[in-house]
Structures are given as structure tokens and as C-alpha cells.
């Protein structure tokens, strides 16, 4: 398997201070698995390539592998010819200080974005060209894919999932090598080694300038982690967690940001007695709050005994404890703790601690998630969660010109991805419903505007199939 980088940036020769390995002569390194050669096809002052070729020896995969594994494709696999996992740990390994971005003799350059040119020979891509855009293009990848035929004699059986991929971009040396550290593995969806928590410090200490704020942040995680669910649940909280630096002093800073934009018009506290208007009309008696945050709403439902079993889920454990400072937890009566659960989970993953209430609240939600993530929350909430109702307000981004101080085309939240007009909201609302058996119904919140509607809208859905 084959990775080569070139740089095209005078003198391209300095690829090999970046890299941290000379353009004269050849290196070789050992690892269980095979061999691995740096060498440089081209070394000239306007271009510079230096090639990895990693020689994994299939024999020695044999004797290393599970003695209780009979199966053929412990013999018979693409592993010595294509790059993945092998071509990770060898990245690591190899161009270990040039990942650090350290560099003792060119110093400035290893902080220098370069126009650089990545080229991997074969690349597994299990979801296909798509997929691999997907997780490159958002990184500001130019991106060029050549697919290979499964076999070239036998054209109609199709293409295989192998492509020879390049990636252009100007860049930081140190990201674009960590970007092919943790994607690498992810196209190919596998690995060669055992995956525990370990990996987990692996991934977020490889991603944190980057992972928490890709589109395709949970596939990654999720292929990163072999599918291990739990793995990834632990890993999507740190990460997110960590994403908000210090969460509770992020909240505070975030949360003084809308506030400021909204206190003239009290708009906190006409969404919560909204959302508590609308959970005392339909005789909910079981309250899921999904994104309780740092608990406001919780606090209210608490001091409401026809409320008798509330459950706040948030994805950060900090803003959970929080809410726990908020409820004054360690100090609540024992009847009334045991009303109150909170537990840590995300909002894109199937949890059955959701099933069996009779409401769920979004309070302010959806807009911290991702669009492309928007699908899997719907399944989480409306397909396996089923709740009876679910309540969900979100910004009307029309209103936002009523703000004074928020710039034109600024949304109310750093945080949020998106802010949806009142005909983009309904629309979404009502395919959801349609597709998961719900009657919508909308309501304004807060004082509503001739032109452009009330600052907060809201969706209540109500299950048609719903008995009593």
C-alpha cells in the first residue's frame, strides 16, 4: 500500500524538514505486521514527493491471528494491498513528531498552511465515492476519485469498492496527516486490532480541532470505534463535551448571549410555561426532557407533583451536573429524588431509556444538531422513543431582525446550526409526522409580529394511535 505527499512550495525540498526525513536517502521501519519505506520518487526545488509504501507480510498476519479463526478470509483478504488500519498505526509511527506539528529547522513552516497533494494508490471505501467526499470535502479536501472494476475481464460484475483517491488542499502538514490517521480506517471500516477505551483518547486527542464539528461526526466515531456502541456513546460525550471547552462556563457564556437578545421580551420563561401549559392540557403524568441542559425546566416540572416520573437526558455530563446544582439534588426530600431521574445520552442513537412516557420536550433542541444528523434523531424520538406527545420549540430565524445588537444574517446561539423560518419548520414538522403516525399542530410563543411572526415557534405532535 502506497501514500505519497508532495508539496509544490519553494523550495519543495522542505518537505523533508516537515516530515522530519532526509530526501537523500531511503528510511525503513519494522512493525509486526510487515515493513514500511520512506523514500522520495521526486526531490526538486519547485516539487517535492515523499513516498510511504507499506509491505505488510501476509504470512506473518496468518501466525498472528485468532488460532481459532478457519475461516478463508484469514488467508484470502485485500489486507497487504490496500491502506487501512496498517497504514494509521504506520502513519503514527513513521511521521510521528511531524503529526505533533513540530519541526526543529523549520519551525515556521510546520505552522504554515502549504498547498500539499495526498495520494493513496488503492483506498477501500465501504459507501463509496459518496462517503469518502462526504468525510473530506467538509475538511476543505479537493477531492479526485478513480474507481477500479472488480475485475477488468468481467466488466459486468460491476464496480469494486476500491478507488484510488487524491486530496489537494492547503493545509497545516500536521492536520492533513491526522485527518488520514482517523479516516483512513473509517473508509476502510475496520481494523486490525482490538478497539477499547484506549481508542477513545486516540480519536478525540487526533480530532479535536476538528471532529465535533463534522457533519459526519457520529459515522466517524461509530466506524472509528468498530461499531461498539458503547464506545461510541462515551466518545461522542467527550467529545461534545470537550467541544464546549468548559461547559458550564460555555453555558453560562452562550446562554448570556440569547438572554441578552431575549430578556426584553422574557422569552425563557414564556417558553417554559408554554411547554408546561401544553404538558398539563394532554394529562401527561411521565416527562422526558431531551436536552435538559442545565435544568430550568426540570426545576419546574419537579415543584409540579402531577408530574410523577421525569426523566432529563442531556449528552453533556457537566451540564448535568448542573441541573443537579440547580434541583439542589443532594438536599431534595427522598419523595421527591425519586421522581427525578438524569441520565447521559445523545439524541442521534436509539436508547430504550426513552420508551414509556408519555411526553418528550425539546426545549430549544434540534438547532444544535446537525442537519444531516436531523433523520437520526427523528427515528430516536418518533420511532423507537414513541412517546404519546412530543413538544419541540425552536428560533423563528424571521423574528431575529426584532433583535437590536444581532447582526442581519446572525443566528441567536453560536452553537446553533441552523435557524429555520416558520414555512421551513411546519414543512419539516408535518413529513415527520406523516412518516411516524403524528398529528402536528402549531403554536406561537411570545408576542407575535404582523410581519414576522412571535420570536419562538413550537410544534406539538400528538400519536394518532394513542388510546386514553
Known amino acids: 500500500m502506497l501514500l505519497t505527499i508532495t508539496m509544490t512550495r519553494r523550495p519543495a525540498t522542505d518537505l523533508g524538514y516537515l516530515l522530519h526525513k532526509n530526501p537523500g536517502r531511503r528510511h525503513d521501519f519494522q512493525f509486526p505486521f510487515g515493513r514500511a519505506y520512506v523514500f522520495y520518487p521526486q526531490a526538486t526545488r519547485d516539487r517535492c514527493t515523499a513516498a510511504l509504501l507499506l509491505d505488510v507480510d501476509p504470512v506473518g498476519l496468518v501466525r498472528r491471528a485468532d488460532k481459532d479463526d478457519q475461516t478463508i478470509d484469514r488467508y484470502v483478504n485485500d489486507r497487504p494491498y490496500v491502506a487501512s ?18 519541526s526543529k529547522e523549520r519551525r515556521e513552516l510546520a505552522e504554515m498552511a502549504i498547498p500539499f497533494e495526498a495520494r493513496l494508490a488503492v483506498l477501500p471505501c465501504r459507501g463509496g465515492e459518496a462517503f469518502l467526499r462526504s468525510l473530506f470535502e467538509p475538511l476543505g479536501y479537493t477531492v479526485e ?25 492547503e493545509t497545516v502538514l500536521k492536520d492533513l496527516l491526522t485527518h488520514l490517521y482517523v479516516l483512513i480506517p473509517v473508509l476502510d471500516d475496520d481494523k486490525h486490532y482490538w478497539v477499547g477505551e484506549d481508542e477513545i483518547q486516540k480519536l478525540l486527542r487526533h480530532g479535536q480541532t476538528w471532529l465535533a464539528t463534522h457533519p459526519e461526526r457520529e459515522r466517524i466515531v461509530e466506524r472509528y470505534l468498530r461499531h461498539r456502541r458503547r464506545l461510541a456513546r462515551q466518545a461522542l460525550a467527550q467529545l461534545l463535551d470537550e467541544d464546549q471547552s468548559d461547559p458550564d462556563a460555555e453555558e453560562e457564556t452562550h446562554g448570556r ?70 434541583l439542589r439534588w443532594e438536599n431534595l426530600p427522598p419523595r421527591k429524588k425519586a421522581r427525578m431521574t438524569l441520565i447521559q445520552g445523545s439524541l442521534t442513537y436509539r436508547d430504550s431509556r426513552l420508551a414509556g412516557f408519555d411526553a418528550a420536550v425539546l426545549l430549544e433542541v434540534i438547532e444544535h444538531l446537525d442537519e444531516a ?63 411516524h403516525r403524528y398529528t402536528p399542530r402549531f403554536l406561537p410563543v411570545g408576542s407575535v409580529d404582523a410581519e414576522v411572526g412571535p420570536p419562538t415557534q413550537m410544534a406539538v405532535f400528538e400519536r394518532t394511535d394513542s388510546k386514553g
Not at 488500519?85 to 513540530?102: D, K, W
Not at 476519485?145 to 488542499?169: I, N, Q
Open 145 to 169: 476519485a478513480k474507481g477500479h472494476p472488480l475485475d477488468e475481464k468481467f466488466p459486468e460484475w460491476g464496480a469494486s469498492r476500491y478507488l484510488t483517491v487524491t486530496l489537494k488542499k
Open 257 to 326: 448571549e440569547e438572554e441578552e437578545a431575549e430578556e426584553r421580551i422574557g422569552l425563557s420563561e414564556q417558553r417554559i410555561g408554554a411547554v408546561l401549559a401544553v404538558l398539563r392540557s394532554g394529562g401527561a403524568q411521565r416527562v422526558a426532557d431531551l436536552g435538559c441542559g442545565s435544568g430550568r425546566l426540570l426545576q419546574r416540572l419537579l415543584d409540579d407533583a402531577s408530574f410523577e416520573q421525569i426523566l432529563g437526558m442531556d449528552v453533556s455530563y457537566r451540564a448535568l451536573e448542573a441541573a443537579q446544582r440547580r
Open 85 to 102: 488500519s496498517f497504514m494509521s498505526v504506520a502513519l503514527s509511527r513513521v511521521y510521528r513528531t511531524a503529526m505533533t506539528g513540530r
Open 373 to 435: 444528523r436531523l433523520r437520526s434523531f427523528e427515528r430516536v424520538v418518533f420511532e423507537f422513543a414513541q412517546p404519546r406527545t412530543v413538544v419541540m420549540t425552536t428560533p423563528n430565524v424571521e423574528y431575529n431582525v426584532r433583535f437590536e445588537g444581532l447582526p442581519a444574517g446572525k443566528m441567536r446561539h453560536r452553537d446553533h446550526r441552523f435557524e429555520w423560518t416558520r414555512e421551513r419548520f411546519e414543512a419539516w414538522a408535518r413529513e415527520v409526522a406523516g412518516r
